[in-house]
T-cell receptor, first 114, second 116 residues
Framework: KAGVTQTPRYLIKTRGQQVTLSCSPI?????VSWYQQTPGQGLQFLFE???????NKGNFPGRFSGRQFSNSRSEMNVSTLELGDSALYLC?????????????FGEGSRLTVL | AQSVAQPEDQVNVAEGNPLTVKCTYS??????LFWYVQYPNRGLQFLLK??????LVKGSYGFEAEFNKSQTSFHLKKPSALVSDSALYFC??????????????FGAGTRLAVHP
């Protein structure tokens, strides 16, 4: 079963800073999604990439952006951090082709904004 | 708009007893429904899904879910609970297609506590 490595696992930033989170599937997944998990809002879809192109975007401000590279690695960036951005950020390559919605989540990057 | 509701914040069950975690949904069109589980400090793991076919769907770790169209429900079940089943369970529905297929809309989650 292919794994997913998310880095860093934990990080602390202050308001106004920016952050970049990385997602590295072990095998070559062409599709990857990102989700934000907070105690108040629960799990919310951020965006989805397929073959390096953003295919879908959730209801988040433009401060949230992402990209996918040709080697399937993905990054997300949050600029001008706010306290409310404190969350667990999960990336999820699609586990199998032609099985939409079956996602294999990484363990996440826990961001704390002070 | 697609949505799911998990009416229980927490479910407590004794080990060996059957368990049910409830989920109701609201969708336009045919529902694509999922259950995911999250263990402490871990990412989510896919358990099972319903797209079409039999109303009883079998998944990982002995879990199953019953799709009921008339009641718009998709309850997660297991005949005999284990202490190791204690975790946070999420019901999800696939969002409307808007360029991609993997936008899931999650419920708030139900914490399952299985007591020895």
């Amino acid at each position: 079963k292919a794994g997913v490595t998310q880095t860093p696992r934990y990080l602390i930033k202050t308001r106004g800073q920016q952050v970049t989170l990385s997602c590295s599937p072990i095998s070559g997944h062409r599709s990857v999604s990102w989700y934000q998990q907070t105690p108040g809002q629960g799990l919310q879809f951020l965006f989805e990439y397929f073959s390096e192109t953003q295919r879908n975007k959730g209801n988040f401000p433009g401060r949230f952006s992402g990209r996918q590279f040709s080697n399937s690695r993905s990054e997300m960036n949050v600029s001008t951090l706010e306290l409310g951005d404190s969350a667990l950020y999960l990336c999820a390559p699609r586990w199998r082709v032609r099985r939409p919605g079956e996602l294999f989540f990484g363990e996440g990057s826990r961001l704390t904004v002070l | 708009a697609q949505s799911v509701a998990q009416p229980e914040d927490q479910v407590n069950v004794a080990e060996g007893n059957p368990l049910t975690v409830k989920c109701t949904y609201s969708v336009s069109g045919n529902p694509y429904l999922f259950w995911y589980v999250q263990y402490p400090n871990r990412g989510l793991q896919f358990l099972l899904k319903y797209i079409t076919g039999d109303n009883l769907v079998k998944g990982s770790y002995g879990f199953e879910a019953e799709f009921n169209k008339s009641q718009t429900s998709f309850h997660l079940k297991k005949p005999s609970a284990l202490v190791s089943d204690s975790a946070l369970y999420f019901c999800a529905v696939r969002g409307p297609f808007s360029g991609g297929y993997n936008k899931l809309i999650f419920g708030a989650g139900t914490r399952l506590a299985v007591h020895p």
